[in-house]
């Protein structure tokens, strides 16, 4: 299980990945997303990253 991120970080990482082509994001402020909706989208980019890697290892 990955270590517990704060929801600064996870804002960070969101915000930087919208220059990402690994990621589309919709053009939503990351300041109208809940604390919780952050939360759960960074779970979800880090496990779509996680399973693109276990992907490239095959």
Partial sequence: MPAPVSVAEARA???AAANDTRFTLAARELNEMSDEDIL???ATMQQVLADA???NGK
């Fill in 40 to 42: 759960r989208l960074y």
């Fill in 53 to 55: 890697k276990a992907e």
């Fill in 13 to 15: 990482f969101i915000a």
